[in-house]
């Protein structure tokens, strides 16, 4: 009987999650927008109260590769 073996990366983390507000919540999605390439877009502030912007504070990183 064979074996079967994988490709794989994978990571895992453990830390804080906090909800941001105000302008904090409004840099938050500017930076996120200008990581995802929409540099320059424009946003209606009142549309940021709607959406929920998380900030997550890492406290423990572990990560494995496994190359064939």
Same mark, same amino acid.
């Given at each position: ?14 830390? =804080? #999650?906090?909800?941001? =507000?105000?302008?904090?919540? &409004?840099?938050? #999605?500017?930076? #996120? ?14 549309? &940021? ?11 423990? &990183?572990?990560? =494995? !590769? !496994? =190359?064939?």
């Amino acid at each position: 009987m064979g074996t079967v073996t994988c490709e794989f990366e994978s990571i895992m983390s453990s830390g =804080k #999650l906090e909800k941001l =507000k105000g302008e904090d919540s &409004v840099h938050a #999605l500017k930076l #996120l927008l200008d990581h995802c390439g929409y540099k320059n877009f424009e946003f209606n502030i009142s549309v &940021v109260e709607m959406i929920n912007v998380h900030k997550i504070t890492l406290e423990d &990183v572990a990560a =494995k !590769r !496994r =190359k064939i």
